[in-house]
């Protein structure tokens, strides 16, 4: 498992590492808003893109082929910025490491699933997770570190490193789970089973939760600002949030295999904090900032393991490939959604209703979830 949780953690840390620190590492693209702002999006398009079409190559030739792939095609792709040194070639670099990550990170997930019991799936889940948020966590900031001391190139020379390392962990180390045989499966066959409520509910919620997540991330940080704070404590603010959901991620996986916590109860239960924690932001000043951080936090470490047990859960293992590709899909749809959502709404009122609206429609999931029957 452990290989795993260190692609979770390269996926992550390469996201938002370089992401944070794109501007600071050039010059030109500061006064290049645009192409900075396609810089940032071609790693989340490709990903929205590519993932399901990995997912299902996963199940066609083994989860393992298509990790290691991926992991040594990020590899690849991080060492050509650092071979020609040229930011013009920044967008190629770019968009390679968001399709390697498109392969490696739906083939992770299924070996997680495939590789554990289904009355562990909450644990291991929850801990993939926690090595995820870490990456996030420390991207940012170990980024701008190596930015400061070597610059744009220094940064992509320890992700190649890592992702080399880890893809050679994983060959050594990721046991051999071999494709299984399946009937064949039509597009109506596909589209029947994602309308289906048990892949339905938890891809929802995990949009939903990963929609309030990116505007903590995005839009708390300006809220703090408005109100006067430095950026150290609006950085803090960001980094008690993603504390607070790689934290939760672990316990809910576990008392969800202990029979504590029910899927349902658990994806209610996370939605309903994130959405006090969107509204939380809107009070203003340090206290509204903190409670929105740990609230937003807790609900969404809470929904994230339980909704991949969920769906592992209610999988085929020879579609488990496939159904983690299309639920990865549904977060990155959120992950851009929020935002464009909090934002549209800010441009013609205020901030604190773009929180308002994106808390009203995560509130919409939880009810949904929590009305309708459990299936077995």
């Keep these: 498992m452990w290989p795993l949780y260190a692609a979770g953690f390269t996926t992550a840390f390469g996201a938002h590492g370089i992401a944070a620190n794109l501007g600071a590492g050039d010059r030109d693209l500061v006064r290049s808003v645009l192409y900075l702002g396609v810089l940032l999006a071609l790693y989340d398009g490709a990903e929205v893109v590519l993932k399901p079409v990995f997912g299902a190559l996963a199940d066609r030739v083994g989860p393992r082929s298509v990790l290691i792939g991926g992991l040594v095609a990020f590899a690849v792709a991080s060492a ?28 992770a997930s299924a070996l997680v699933a495939r590789l554990n019991p289904r009355a562990r799936h909450g644990r291991a889940f929850g801990s993939y997770g926690f090595f995820k948020s870490i ?17 744009l190139s220094l940064l992509f020379a320890v992700l190649t490193v890592l992702a080399a390392g880890v893809a050679v962990w994983a060959a050594l180390a990721v046991p051999v789970v071999p494709p299984l045989p399946k009937t064949r499966q039509t597009l109506l066959d596909l589209g029947r089973r ?36 430095g950026p150290v404590a609006t950085g803090a603010a960001v980094s008690l949030l993603a504390a607070c959901a790689g934290l939760v991620q672990p316990w809910a996986g576990r008392a969800l295999d202990d029979g504590r916590l029910t899927v349902p109860a658990g994806l209610a239960s996370g939605l309903a904090l994130t959405a006090c924690g969107l509204a939380a932001a ?8 903190l409670a929105a951080a ?52 800010a441009a013609t009122a205020a901030l604190g209703w773009g929180y308002a609206a994106l808390a009203a429609a995560v509130v919409l999931v939880p009810l949904t979830v929590a009305a309708a029957r459990r299936r077995p």
Excluded: C, H, K, N
Excluded at 139 to 148: D, R
Excluded at 306 to 323: N, S
């Design 135 to 151: 990456g996030y966590t420390a991207g940012p900031l170990l980024g701008g570190v190596l930015v400061w001391a070597g610059g």
């Design 282 to 289: 809107v009070v203003p000043g340090l206290a509204g900032l």
């Design 194 to 229: 994602l309308a289906d409520p048990a892949f339905l509910r938890p891809v929802t919620a995990l949009a939903a939760a990963t929609a309030a997540l990116a505007v903590g991330v995005g839009f708390l940080p300006l809220s703090g600002s408005a109100a006067g704070l």
């Design 80 to 107: 050509l910025y650092v071979a020609v040194r040229d930011p013009a070639w920044l967008w190629a670099a770019r968009l390679g490491q968001g399709a390697s990550a498109s392969a490696f990170s739906p083939a």
């Design 294 to 345: 740990v609230l937003i936090g807790a609900g969404t470490g809470l929904v994230t393991p339980i909704g991949f047990a969920a769906l592992a859960a209610a999988t085929p293992a020879e579609r488990m490939g496939q159904t983690m590709g299309a639920a990865e899909l549904g977060r990155e749809l959120g992950d851009a959604g929020g935002p464009l959502l909090v934002g549209a709404v």
